[in-house]
């Protein structure tokens, strides 16, 4: 298996209690635990739900800038940058879907969601364009 899944699934959901309330607690309302999607992204670093080319892009960042703490930062500004779209779905399958097919139109480019990942590396909060 992979024993520090469970660790990062757990600190990937502290962060996002502090980082992101709002949606942290419509996650709650929707019966999302961060498992649900998290799990993947942290085994394939985002490559299952980002343009390979933006994943690649992640993925210097994460060898360059530190690991896990890279990749906690990925995943809040993921969220952080998609949290619109996210707190518009009053459903699972509606969130599932932003996970799985909106986020290659999202992130059609690397720009924002590297510059998300920097500001959130250095522990500021980033605006949805």
Known sequence: ????????????????????PKLAAHFVALGVHPSMYCTSWFMTLFANVLPMRVAAHVLDNVLAFGGWHAVHAAAIALLQLSSEHLLQ?????????VFVAQFDELFATSEPLVAALHAVANGKHVTPA
């Open 1 to 20: 298996g992979f024993p520090a899944l469970v660790e990062h699934v757990y600190v990937h959901a502290s962060l996002l209690r502090v980082a992101l």
């Open 89 to 97: 779905c009053m459903a699972l399958d509606a969130l599932l879907r």
